[in-house]
């Protein structure tokens, strides 16, 4: 177990990595619980997905969901996949958008390789969602890749 040593004023405590992370976690979640806004600004949007996601070693799709005011209902994670891929079926999007009433949505997932490029199967099956997300009057805001770094479809001109 890691120990650190925090500031507290003047002195300095011993602490648990683990607790410092949970805390810093809870911290970013208050930026992202039910009713905010969710930030217009994709790096703090990254920050938490970052966070969220952590250091699994398996993919995470899920979905941001929104009103028409940007404001957070809900944070899901849809699919769970493997080291390397994530299956994610619009039929089950579709169904939580509309569950939650979202009016706009982010997408996004993680690379556990560590690189955030979007694959070929991450292009079709953003446009294949953003189509089909259209029909039932539902914005895709952006698409976001957590790695190393966080790629942004939208950023990148790709939606």
Known sequence: MTMLYVREGTEFHEAKA????????AL???RYRTGSPVPSDPA?????LRLHLGAKDYEVFGILHLTNQNRLI???????GTLDGASVHPREVLKAVIAHG???VVLFHNHPSGNSEPSEAD???THKLTEALKLIDVTVLDH??????????ASSGRL
């Open 123 to 125: 292009i079709r099956v």
């Open 102 to 104: 979202s009016a706009r």
């Open 144 to 153: 976001l890749i957590v790695g190393e770094r966080v790629y942004s479809f």
């Open 18 to 25: 683990d607790d410092i992370l949970d805390r810093a976690h």
């Open 44 to 48: 703090r949007t990254a920050e938490y």
């Open 74 to 80: 809900a944070v899901d994670d849809l699919f769970r």
């Open 28 to 30: 970013i979640a208050q």
